[in-house]
């Protein structure tokens, strides 16, 4: 006779009366164990190959049950069934179509069993449970803590009984939880009513914002879940720490999401501005009719705003794009516009240099002086290039701490690369020297012996 067992090993708890039948029935009877692994990406693609779908639409929906699986059979089974329930994978003649897979949510039947488990181990962990999964996939001890506004004990309570019923998994250094599988946390927080889920994000956001550096994203996406206009100032951080690390991209985006936002809330135009110029001056590098037009609702948001430094700001950067899209003498126009009304500011406070600075803008008048005396050689305009030039030492002199966005130094490598149509090549001996003042004197000067030959 031979007798056929199935348990599910995540609900083996210490509890369960097979916890400790199973040794005995191994050592005694000599049973045969079978362990059934997740299934690996070979796996994936055979249970996707019967939809014949096309191949990038096949590997989006592999990556999908890989990300929302984790390996689990039953539940990328349940996965591509909810697929194809809600439309999102539909059959088109002999092929099949892959939709949006981003507003499918948690299947019925995968929700049914979760919350089975769950309850197995009461109200109290349930709700904590709840909050846990409000704070994200993995939940710091202390913010799950201060959020869910419970003690210690009653914590760690709650994560030996949820770990052990493989709901929860601790991080390698024991100050955070994470969930053993993101469908088991998807379908805590869809089982969550919006309006307490607003709540909850708001205080994970202030919860995480006392937190020793907190993480600009992560504070941004709470605030804006809570719908607390707060998520303005975290999403510009978010924009600016990704910007300084080179993520044009997700640097953009995120001053799109606080251009949204501040526009919902009706934020002031000066603010709405300086954000648009920003965002032009990021999109420079992926996408420059986009950046054009972002800089020019700068510049129409400095005339409702009467800002006169963004105005002037907006339309040097959009002259300087223009350039760069080939329609010198529009840019140059525009360049020569900003600065004359540069002329006009009074001296900036440190307060307004220090912002600009942050920004990777220079903050000294000179710089655009520079550029544009540059634009002038290269079109052929020597004598307008000499008169900028002179017009450039006569700046007061600032040290010049910003990027290399339209400063004196991109100048200076342009010039020394050779790659304008003028034979610009500096010989090594007028390389920068180390101090500000020397420079500065070195470039104008170098600039000067240019447009004289």
């Given at each position: ?200 994000h ?16 992560a ?6 879940r809570a ?10 951080q978010?924009?600016?720490r ?72 907006a ?6 794009l ?8 529009r840019?140059?126009a ?9 002329d ?89 020297p ?20």
């Amino acid at each position: 006779m031979l007798l056929l067992v199935t348990y599910r090993s995540d609900e083996l708890t210490r509890r369960h009366p097979l916890y400790a039948l199973l040794p005995l029935l191994v050592r005694e009877a000599h049973a045969q164990r079978l362990d059934l692994h997740p299934l690996d990406a070979a796996g994936l693609w055979a249970l996707v190959a019967p939809y014949a779908l096309l191949p990038a639409h096949a590997d989006r929906l592999v990556t999908y049950l890989a990300d929302r699986a984790e390996g689990n059979p039953f539940f990328a089974g349940e996965l591509l069934r909810t697929l194809e329930e809600a439309r999102v994978l539909t059959q088109d003649g002999a092929t099949w179509v892959l939709g949006d897979l981003g507003a499918v949510g948690v299947p019925p039947l995968l929700r049914q069993v979760i919350d089975a488990r769950v309850d197995r181990l009461g109200e109290t962990t349930r709700a904590l449970l709840m909050v846990a999964a409000v704070i994200g996939q993995e939940a710091p001890l202390a913010v799950w803590q201060a959020v869910a506004e419970t003690d210690e004990a009653t914590l760690l309570m709650v994560v030996e009984e949820a770990t052990e019923a493989r709901l929860l998994a601790e991080t390698p250094n024991g100050a955070a939880i994470r969930f053993a599988h993101a469908l088991i946390r998807e379908a805590l927080y869809e089982g969550t009513i919006g309006v307490r889920r607003r709540a909850l994000h708001q205080r994970v956001a202030e919860a995480l914002i006392g937190l020793p550096a907190p993480d600009p994203d992560a504070v941004a996406d709470h605030f804006q879940r809570a719908g607390d206009p707060r998520a303005i100032n975290w999403l510009d951080q978010a924009a600016e720490r990704a910007r300084r690390a080179y993520a044009w991209t997700m640097a953009a985006d995120r001053l799109e999401a606080a251009l949204a936002r501040s526009e919902q809330v009706g934020g002031a135009p000066a603010e709405q501005g300086w954000r648009l110029l920003r965002l032009g001056l990021l999109c420079r590098y992926f996408d420059r009719q986009h950046a054009a037009a972002a800089l020019n609702a700068a510049a129409e948001q400095a005339i409702v705003a009467d800002d006169s430094l963004l105005a002037a700001y907006a339309r040097f950067n959009l002259g300087l794009l223009h350039c760069y899209l080939s329609e010198p003498r529009r840019g140059i126009a525009d360049m020569a516009a900003a600065v004359a009304v540069l002329d006009t500011i009074p001296a900036l406070d440190e307060e307004q240099r220090a912002r600009l600075r942050s920004w990777g803008l220079a903050d000294d008048s000179a710089h655009q002086c520079g550029t544009l005396a540059l634009w002038y050689a290269e079109t052929g305009h020597l004598a307008e290039a000499r008169a900028m030039i002179a017009r450039a030492r006569e700046r007061p002199l600032d040290p010049p701490r910003t990027s290399w966005l339209d400063g004196p130094s991109r100048p200076m490598r342009y010039a020394r690369s050779g790659s304008s149509r003028r034979n610009w090549a500096i010989p090594p001996k007028h390389g920068p020297p180390t101090s500000t003042t020397s420079r500065r004197t070195a470039w104008l000067a170098s600039m000067a012996r240019l447009v004289t030959r």
